[in-house]
């Protein structure tokens, strides 16, 4: 069975940091690419940023490009999402997905498994 397993999230003041983990179990992930999205009060699903394990190559949204930096651990199938700078628009729930559809890394519909989500709250 797989599972995708997110943890790290909280509260935290604008301006702090927090590391979101993102652990994989149950098949190979070696051929797929892992995803973060978030998803806010009222609003769709929206890509964060995402990591392929073959070659490591990350992405990101604009929203969040030199805030968030996206990491793996092959050895223990967890990819991390270090997320510094917060800002209350930051507020989330953010999950960890998996997809095999290659580089439409952006697009939730393709992505194949999903954790059950983390609440990120960012205060002002």
């Known amino acids: 069975q797989v599972q995708l397993v997110e943890s790290g999230g909280g509260l935290v003041q604008a301006g702090g940091s927090l590391r979101l983990s993102c652990a994989a179990s149950g098949r190979t992930f070696s051929k797929y690419t892992m995803g973060w999205f978030r998803q806010a009060p009222g609003k769709e699903h929206e890509f964060v940023a995402a990591i392929s394990w073959s070659g490591g190559s990350t992405h990101y949204a604009d929203s969040v490009q030199g805030r968030f930096t996206l990491s793996s651990d092959n050895a223990k199938n967890t990819v991390y999402l270090q997320m510094n700078s917060l800002k209350p628009e930051d507020t989330a729930v953010y999950y960890c997905?998996?997809?095999?559809?290659?580089?439409?890394?952006?697009?939730?519909?393709?992505?194949?498994?999903w954790g059950q989500g983390t609440q990120v709250t960012v205060s002002s």
């Open positions: 997905a998996a997809t095999d559809s290659g580089s439409y890394y952006t697009l939730s519909p393709l992505y194949n498994y």
